[in-house]
């Protein structure tokens, strides 16, 4: 089970928005900031937002993501098919000392 | 241009002691600041924060694995290795390594490692 929760699948359609939740606690995103990864099938997850909002360098603006209290969001604006990818939300958690991450969510693009 | 790699059995028996490798390029594991943690994701599962060794040979355990897991950097060959004691089917996994102390910017391609007799 783990610290944090996302839901366990979402989906949308080319050009459409989707948002993806994370929901933590205190511990990790009530105090730490928030990462997301992008993981394309069959490969290994790459850095895709880090400290709640920042974008790496080739991560498209479609891309943002915003945190409140214990819980984080990470929006997509103007699907494409390549966006169809596991997507993993992460947290230091002061209480493990250690980065804990979210179940991940399956986007789908229909 | 940052490159990691990971190596180690495909197959190993329960019980047994796995030893995976961490074959970098492009950084300095003794710059300041630079940190390599190792991750794991059991199939079709969540990932798994495992361990992390930072410049100055500081050494971090996930709290679950503690006693399991030892980290371990040899810079003049630029690894990272990680040796995991008492296999289970449980531990079958793709083992990531990759760089950052908070957040992991670069991470290798991953190695599955399958547990079973």
């Known amino acids: 089970q783990s610290l944090l929760t996302q839901p366990p699948s979402a989906s949308g359609t080319p050009g459409q928005s989707v948002t993806i939740s994370c929901s933590g606690g205190?511990?990790?995103?009530?105090?730490?900031?928030v990462h997301w990864y992008q993981q394309l099938p069959g490969t290994a997850p790459k850095l895709l937002i880090n400290r709640n909002n920042q974008r790496p360098s080739g991560v498209p603006d479609r891309f943002s993501a915003s945190k409140a209290g214990t819980s984080a969001s990470l929006a997509i604006s103007g699907l494409q098919s390549e966006d169809e990818a596991d997507y993993h939300c992460a947290a230091w958690d002061d209480s493990l000392n250690g980065p804990v991450f979210g179940g991940g969510t399956k986007l789908t693009v229909l | 241009q940052v490159t990691l790699r990971e190596s180690g059995p495909a197959l190993v028996k329960p019980t047994q002691t796995l030893t995976l490798t961490c074959t970098f390029s492009g950084f300095s594991l003794t710059t300041s600041a630079m940190c390599v943690s190792w991750i794991r994701q059991p199939p079709g599962k969540a990932l798994e924060w495992l361990a992390r060794?930072?410049?100055?040979?500081?050494?971090y355990y996930t709290t679950s694995l503690k006693t399991r897991l030892t980290i371990s950097m040899d810079t003049s060959k630029s690894q990272v290795g990680l040796t995991m004691t008492d296999l289970d089917p449980v531990d079958t996994a793709t083992y990531f390594c990759a760089t950052g102390c908070d957040h992991f910017d670069y991470w290798g391609q991953g190695t599955l490692v399958t547990v079973s007799s």
């Open positions: 060794i930072d410049w100055d040979d500081d050494k």
């Open positions: 205190s511990s990790n995103i009530g105090s730490n900031t």
